[in-house]
């Protein structure tokens, strides 16, 4: 099974930005989407953001294009850029490539956590 490792979530500021990375154990983003996924307490699992293994992207509406989402192939990263954070941004985020999602397999994300 490739690993991935959530990374960069912290405690920020309304209107602020961070970075998250997804760092994979080996080489699989050239043939897998992967997308970025957030659960805040009492909510279910959403999606943040996705990219396919072409490039092309999708949102969920909560985002509302405040953020992007990257990859960088050599690096078997994939990061998500968040910009004026909200409050109802808190959440754990978790990485995830489609068939890791078909699996049912998820690690351990990271908190992002954004105050008023």
């Known amino acids: 099974q490739v690993q991935l490792v959530e990374s960069g979530g912290g405690l920020v500021q309304a209107g602020g930005s961070l970075r998250l990375s997804c760092a994979a154990s080996?080489?699989?983003?050239?043939?897998?989407?992967v997308g970025w996924y957030r659960q805040a307490p009492g909510n279910q699992r959403e999606l943040v953001e996705r990219i396919t293994s072409g490039g092309a992207t999708n949102y969920g509406d909560s985002v509302k294009g405040r953020f992007t989402i990257s990859r960088d192939n050599a690096e078997n990263t994939v990061y998500l850029q968040m910009n004026s954070l909200k409050p109802e941004d808190t959440a754990v985020y978790y990485c995830?490539?489609?068939?890791?999602?078909?699996?049912?397999?998820w690690g351990q994300g990271t908190q992002v956590t954004v105050s008023s």
């Open positions: 995830n490539s489609d068939i890791g999602m078909l699996r049912g397999s």
């Open positions: 080996r080489s699989i983003f050239r043939l897998n989407a």
